[in-house]
């Protein structure tokens, strides 16, 4: 199953945008190939409308995905699109997995992640791939150790 082509959305900042390439890289030499949908600065649009750009733009991208990656870096926790896009996909019921930046020493997991991901996984392209397939459900650390008991995931009503 390892082969098999994915739609996914990889949530992320804009000051992570250099570092989607290597997630996806190693995704790739593991099996996987990856259709990302998310919108990275070379994917950049006009619009201003914050309502516009939820309904019209990253919505519609993720409901095309059957899986939400969230790139974890110190930048994500603050960031109020991240915990917007983590609470879509969650109310459309998709994968939702958490992957730590690589050489990451650790930071603060977003509030909406903790909340509703299926999985965090540290910098293993096996272990993502099996996170991205819904075959691990564990909660990691940056050093891809498990981190204890994960939280209970609250299914959208």
């Known amino acids: 199953m390892a082969n098999k082509k994915k739609n996914v959305?990889?949530?992320h900042t804009h000051k992570d945008d250099s570092s989607l390439s290597?997630?996806?890289n190693l995704i790739s030499k593991n099996g996987m190939d990856v259709r990302d949908y998310s919108i990275t600065s070379d994917k950049e649009n006009n619009a201003k409308s914050p309502d516009y750009i939820k309904s019209g733009i990253l919505g519609p991208q993720i409901d095309q995905?059957?899986?939400?990656?969230?790139?974890?870096s110190k930048e994500t926790k603050n960031s109020d699109w991240v915990d917007w896009e983590i609470?879509?996909?969650?109310?459309?019921?998709?994968?939702i997995v958490g992957v730590w930046e690589n050489g990451s020493k650790?930071?603060?997991i977003p509030d909406a992640l903790k909340k509703y991901a299926d999985a965090i996984v540290g910098w293993t392209g096996s272990k993502i791939i099996?996170?991205?397939n819904g075959d691990y459900v564990g909660f990691d650390g940056p050093d891809g150790t498990p981190s204890g008991s994960a939280p209970i995931k609250h299914h959208p009503c």
Do not use: Q, R
Request: hydrophobic share 35%; aromatic share 6%.
């Open 65 to 72: 995905c059957s899986t939400m990656v969230v790139y974890i």
């Open 130 to 132: 099996d996170a991205i």
């Open 87 to 95: 609470k879509h996909a969650h109310g459309k019921d998709k994968t």
């Open 9 to 11: 959305f990889i949530s």
């Open 106 to 108: 650790g930071c603060e």
């Open 22 to 24: 290597d997630l996806k």
